[in-house]
């Protein structure tokens, strides 16, 4: 089983729409888990951590089960501007290092 | 915020010669620094963390003789990917964070993408 897993899209939705993402992790010991995204081309830049309780920040909601190994987004709303590549990343080593997802595309259409 | 650069941000390079990528923090002190690698449509993989004053340590399956890594201060962490192959051409990318641990924030350099004709 991979460390991090994600359904790689891609997703093609219209202005608008909201879409949600889901990712699994393998290892139980994780405790820090975040959304990035990636434009093409460009480096990771941090969507926002997932917490516990689920957070939200705008149109963007994160929730996380840690019985079951689970994160999702949630992009409501869409803007043609949420296109990219979203990454899930867990935490793995005790000096911090993450492991990313592959990542799932996103392509919002007008 | 904390801001990261890299240089360069692309290189081409002839087959055997080596290659040195410079990774900044430029408004904070980063203890800890990671390299990553990207293939095309492949998720980042990291391959080696760098603590400041020490010795890297690599990742499984990661030369280190072949991709040497210098954190020499507390803003500046070099890797050199020397005998440069085809199959080293990537998008290298480097992350920094204040201090180590599970929780800090990692921010990353703009990546440096590397083809080795």
């Known amino acids: 089983r991979k460390e991090v897993e994600q359904d790689p899209g891609p997703f093609n939705v219209p202005e608008g729409a909201t879409v949600a993402f889901n990712c699994t992790y393998s290892n139980s010991a994780s405790q820090s888990f975040f959304w990035y995204r990636q434009d093409c081309r460009k480096e990771p830049k941090l969507l926002m951590s997932?917490?516990?309780s689920g957070n939200e920040d705008g149109r963007f909601t994160a929730q996380l089960n840690r019985a079951s190994q689970y994160i999702s987004l949630l992009i409501r709303d869409s803007k043609l501007s949420d296109s990219a590549t979203y990454l899930c990343?867990?935490?793995?080593?005790?000096?911090?290092?993450?492991?990313f997802g592959k990542g799932t595309k996103l392509s919002v259409k007008p | 915020g904390a801001v990261v650069s890299q240089h360069p941000s692309w290189v081409i390079c002839k087959s055997g010669t080596s290659v040195k990528i410079e990774c900044r923090s430029l408004d904070f002190q980063a203890t800890t620094m990671f390299w990553y690698r990207q293939f095309p449509k492949q998720s980042l993989m990291l391959m080696a963390t760098s603590n400041e004053g020490s010795k890297a340590t690599y990742e499984q399956g990661v030369e280190k003789d072949k991709f040497l890594i210098n954190h020499a201060s507390l803003t500046l962490s070099t890797l050199t990917v020397t005998s440069a192959h085809p199959e080293d051409s990537s998008f290298y990318i480097c992350?920094?964070?204040?201090?180590?641990?599970?929780?800090?924030?990692?921010?990353f350099g703009p990546g440096t993408r590397l083809t080795v004709l």
């Open positions: 992350s920094a964070t204040t201090s180590g641990g599970l929780y800090n924030e990692q921010f």
């Open positions: 997932v917490y516990s």
């Open positions: 990343v867990v935490n793995g080593g005790s000096q911090g290092n993450l492991i």
